[in-house]
């Protein structure tokens, strides 16, 4: 069966950088869409990147020009650069992943970042 698996969280000032990674074990299969969701306490999840197995990327308008998404297919990984980051960016993020095979989506179980001012 599918896990994903994430690391990379931590606690950075404004201005400061993570890089995190998630790592997609159990499939003999590369995974077909992949991406990173974050919930804020008291807010819903919403969409933070997302990339294609094409590596047809999408991301959110409030960290366009700020993060940037990978993937290495045949490590079936999924990054996530994030610079410039600010307060507001504290959440809990999430790795997604989908089957190339049927509608079924694989949940990391989360990573915390804050963004202290």
């Known amino acids: 069966q599918v896990q994903l698996v994430e690391s990379g969280g931590g606690l950075v000032q404004a201005g400061g950088s993570l890089r995190l990674s998630c790592v997609a074990s159990?499939?003999?299969?590369?995974?077909?869409?992949m991406g990173w969701y974050r919930q804020a306490p008291g807010k819903q999840r919403e969409l933070v990147a997302s990339i294609t197995r094409g590596a047809f990327t999408n991301y959110a308008d409030s960290v366009k020009g700020r993060f940037t998404i990978s993937r290495d297919n045949a490590k079936n990984t999924v990054y996530l650069q994030m610079n410039s980051l600010k307060p507001e960016d504290t959440a809990v993020y999430y790795c997604n992943a989908k089957s190339p095979w049927s509608p079924t989506d694989y949940w990391g179980q989360g990573t915390q970042v804050t963004v202290s001012s």
């Open positions: 159990g499939s003999r299969f590369t995974l077909s869409d």
